[in-house]
């Protein structure tokens, strides 16, 4: 057998290994003996015996054992000199200098997990805060990014913005030294209450996700909570194209609780007018805005209640050059072009014809393509009837050209009629020289009849002269008729110089004093 001793005394680690090794009586040391077998023969080689001693030293500084005056003793790790302890209560000074210390907040602890800080696990969420009591009140105002299309085919717009809630729900209030918020991420809004807005008349919307959701909460230590998101919304705009292109359209977003009724829960606007907010360089190509404004009121429905439900109206007023280069200025010299045909000699019947098809074609052509981009609506827009009576105008020219046409047919027939019988008369009264005329004439003329020009003017109306010469010859001839008939159809065209571009003139002016 063989024993070996410990040393408990309280003290260096030098000071209690002597002990330990020559332990004498009546010293501030104080030693138990440990025994441990060693076999049965009693020898035990002394590298044995260290080994023991240094485990039996181990397991006791690990155990926390105390000695009997009550002390602790201590493992070797934690024995540390004077010098070891002076230099950490300088760093430690030096780390807690003003200018990095800041005084500890549960809301910026490393560490505390926020639905612990905020006791969600402690609540039921799926309840509106105060439930049982009165409404909640949810403040709202929005951000308005952009207006991004108007299509008055579909009668709809497409806003971009930055949609905001405020309320108060007494179950997310915290302690805060100094009264600072917290903000997380879309992660916390599934686990609390929010309210559950909506777009009425919206044909859809997203909450932008790139590169994560788009969604702030912020939660204030007396519970006060804000709840921002990012949403593009395609809402409906019901049109009144009577006026189009020169209309203007107040287009509305309406914002409501899809679930609460207002006494649940009452919308507003937080602070008005002032509640909505544009960003100054939103432009349109079409339109120019000329006013945002908000206004609240309820809506009914049968089945489940009055709702509280908020808007969001602008004004818009459209662009006219864009239609005056693309439809106006194109009818317009679509008539001016129809009117040349009055100049036009009316025996010119290729020149004349196609002029006034291409101008009704062309016109047509306007026509189709401004309807071909607008909805279907049942009643007539301003710039329909500005293409509609551009083209009466177009096509009356080419009424016109043939009215002048028929009569000057009709005066032909009967001036060859005239013609024959005047021959048969003056051939027998004077022979030579009705042969000698009637060579010269020319019987497929309808003007001049081979007469050339003097001072560089036709004689159009022989026929009528040589009537009244041949008067006095063979008597008194009837020719005034003709010769009225004559002059009616150059009337036609001389007239139309003067009717046709006034009327079309008069016409613009009612129609820009009452549309503009």
Same mark, same amino acid.
């Given at each position: 057998?063989?024993?070996?001793?410990?040393?408990?005394?309280?003290?260096?680690?030098?000071?209690?290994?002597?002990?330990?090794?020559?332990?004498?009586?009546?010293?501030?040391?104080?030693?138990?003996?440990?025994?441990?077998?060693?076999?049965?023969?009693?020898?035990?080689?002394?590298?044995?015996?260290?080994?023991?001693?240094?485990?039996?030293?181990?397991?006791?500084?690990?155990?926390?054992?105390?000695?009997?005056?009550?002390?602790?003793?201590?493992?070797?790790?934690?024995?540390?000199?004077?010098?070891?302890?002076?230099?950490?209560?300088?760093?430690?000074?030096?780390?807690?200098?003003?200018?990095?210390?800041?005084?500890?907040?549960?809301?910026?602890?490393?560490?505390?997990?926020?639905?612990?800080?905020?006791?969600?696990?402690?609540?039921?969420?799926?309840?509106?805060?105060?439930?049982?009591?009165?409404?909640?009140?949810?403040?709202? $105002?929005? &951000?308005?990014? =952009? !207006?991004?299309?108007? #299509?008055?085919?579909?009668? %709809?717009?497409?806003?971009? @913005? /930055?949609?905001?809630?405020?309320?108060?729900?007494?179950?997310?209030?915290?302690?805060?030294?100094?009264?600072?918020?917290?903000?997380?991420?879309?992660?916390?809004?599934?686990?609390?209450?929010?309210?559950?807005?909506?777009?009425?008349?919206?044909?859809?919307?997203?909450?932008?996700?790139?590169?994560?959701?788009?969604?702030?909460?912020?939660?204030?230590?007396?519970?006060?909570?804000?709840?921002?998101?990012?949403?593009?919304?395609?809402?409906?705009?019901?049109?009144?194209?009577?006026?189009?292109?020169? $209309?203007? &359209?107040?287009? =509305? !977003?309406?914002?409501? #609780?899809?679930?609460?009724? %207002?006494?649940?829960?009452? @919308? /507003?606007?937080?602070?008005?007018?002032?509640?909505?907010?544009?960003?100054?360089?939103?432009?349109?190509?079409?339109?120019?805005?000329?006013?945002?404004?908000?206004?609240?009121?309820?809506?009914?429905?049968?089945?489940?209640?009055?709702?509280?439900?908020?808007?969001?109206?602008?004004?818009?007023?459209?662009?006219?050059?864009?239609?005056?280069?693309?439809?106006?200025?194109?009818?317009?010299?679509?008539?001016?072009?129809?009117?040349?045909?009055?100049?036009?000699?009316?025996?010119?019947?290729?020149?004349?014809?196609?002029?006034?098809?291409?101008?009704?074609?062309?016109?047509?052509?306007?026509?189709?393509?401004?309807?071909?981009?607008?909805?279907?609506?049942?009643?007539?827009?301003?710039?329909?009837?500005?293409?509609?009576?551009?083209?009466?105008?177009?096509?009356?020219?080419?009424?016109?050209?043939?009215?002048?046409?028929?009569?000057?047919?009709?005066?032909?027939?009967?001036?060859?009629?005239?013609?024959?019988?005047?021959?048969?008369?003056?051939?027998?009264?004077?022979?030579?020289?009705?042969?000698?005329?009637?060579?010269?004439?020319?019987?497929?003329?309808?003007?001049?009849?081979?007469?050339?020009?003097?001072?560089?003017?036709?004689?159009?109306?022989?026929?009528?002269?040589?009537?009244?010469?041949?008067?006095?010859?063979?008597?008194?001839?009837?020719?005034?008729?003709?010769?009225?008939?004559?002059?009616?159809?150059?009337?036609?065209?001389?007239?139309?110089?003067?009717?046709?571009?006034?009327?079309?003139?008069?016409?613009?002016?009612?129609?820009?004093?009452?549309?503009?």
């Amino acid at each position: 057998m063989y024993s070996f001793s410990l040393c408990l005394r309280r003290g260096t680690c030098a000071e209690r290994a002597s002990c330990a090794q020559q332990p004498t009586p009546g010293a501030a040391c104080c030693c138990e003996t440990v025994w441990g077998g060693l076999g049965t023969e009693g020898t035990m080689h002394t590298d044995v015996v260290l080994i023991n001693l240094v485990l039996v030293l181990w397991m006791l500084g690990v155990s926390g054992m105390t000695s009997p005056r009550g002390q602790t003793l201590e493992p070797h790790r934690h024995c540390r000199s004077k010098r070891e302890m002076s230099l950490m209560q300088e760093s430690g000074r030096k780390i807690g200098s003003p200018i990095f210390k800041r005084s500890p907040d549960m809301t910026k602890a490393w560490g505390t997990k926020s639905e612990q800080l905020l006791r969600i696990d402690d609540h039921d969420f799926t309840m509106r805060p105060g439930f049982g009591g009165p409404a909640v009140p949810v403040g709202v $105002d929005v &951000q308005v990014e =952009s !207006l991004d299309a108007i #299509s008055e085919v579909d009668m %709809d717009f497409t806003m971009t @913005l /930055y949609l905001r809630h405020y309320w108060k729900d007494e179950r997310l209030s915290f302690r805060s030294n100094k009264n600072q918020s917290m903000t997380f991420d879309g992660r916390l809004v599934k686990k609390i209450w929010v309210p559950d807005m909506f777009f009425v008349h919206s044909k859809k919307s997203f909450t932008h996700d790139t590169t994560t959701d788009n969604v702030m909460l912020r939660v204030y230590p007396d519970g006060k909570v804000l709840y921002s998101l990012r949403v593009t919304v395609t809402s409906m705009c019901s049109m009144d194209l009577s006026r189009f292109p020169l $209309d203007t &359209q107040t287009c =509305s !977003l309406e914002i409501e #609780s899809y679930a609460y009724t %207002d006494d649940d829960l009452m @919308l /507003y606007w937080k602070e008005g007018n002032r509640s909505l907010n544009t960003d100054e360089r939103i432009s349109l190509s079409q339109f120019l805005i000329q006013e945002f404004h908000t206004t609240s009121r309820l809506a009914f429905y049968s089945s489940t209640g009055w709702y509280n439900r908020l808007y969001i109206n602008f004004t818009l007023r459209r662009h006219i050059f864009f239609f005056l280069l693309q439809t106006y200025f194109p009818a317009t010299l679509m008539v001016m072009l129809s009117w040349v045909s009055f100049w036009i000699d009316r025996r010119a019947v290729p020149a004349r014809v196609p002029l006034g098809i291409t101008t009704v074609l062309t016109m047509s052509t306007i026509i189709t393509g401004v309807n071909a981009s607008m909805p279907r609506v049942s009643y007539i827009k301003a710039v329909d009837i500005y293409l509609w009576v551009s083209f009466v105008f177009v096509f009356l020219s080419v009424i016109e050209y043939a009215a002048v046409n028929y009569l000057s047919t009709l005066q032909e027939r009967k001036e060859r009629k005239l013609r024959e019988r005047l021959l048969c008369t003056c051939g027998m009264s004077h022979p030579g020289m009705m042969s000698v005329s009637y060579s010269e004439m020319d019987v497929n003329t309808t003007g001049n009849y081979g007469i050339p020009e003097e001072n560089g003017v036709k004689r159009e109306r022989m026929l009528v002269q040589l009537a009244m010469g041949t008067d006095q010859v063979t008597g008194h001839v009837n020719s005034g008729s003709y010769s009225d008939a004559w002059i009616d159809t150059h009337v036609i065209d001389k007239y139309s110089r003067v009717i046709f571009p006034g009327s079309y003139i008069l016409f613009n002016i009612i129609y820009w004093s009452i549309y503009s």
